[in-house]
């Protein structure tokens, strides 16, 4: 009910600023794991509908011809990334240590929000 009330757009937006607050969460300097484990919590909630939104918005920024093709390329994306993400951040994590992980979430949430808007605006330029 809210993502139609939102949109698919404003669904992502939110999805990153909730996720951007649990990796802040996780960054806080606490004594406890508490804190990292509600940031945790937070990160995977906010997330949640980043994935759905982008798919469902695929007809409509691609057109019906193109869109099960980019459905298609966006779940090989996604499948590429669930398996050599944690690999990459295992390597790095032995390298630096396990410090790094706010570090690595934040690079990838901030690529994602810039790419997002990047597309976002490319897209509106076209319809112009």
Known sequence: M???RFGDRL???IGAAVELV?????MLP???YQIAAV???VIGTGMGPIYPSIQHMAPAN???RYSAAVIGLQMAAAYTGTTFMPTIFGLLQQQFGIWIMPYYLLVFA?????LLEL????????IR
């Open 2 to 4: 809210a993502a139609n």
């Open 11 to 13: 669904m992502i937006r």
């Open 22 to 26: 649990g990796i802040v969460l996780v």
């Open 30 to 32: 606490t004594a406890g």
């Open 39 to 41: 940031g945790f919590v």
């Open 62 to 64: 691609f057109g019906q």
């Open 110 to 114: 901030v690529l994602n929000i810039g």
């Open 119 to 126: 597309t976002y605006q490319k897209l509106h330029n076209q």
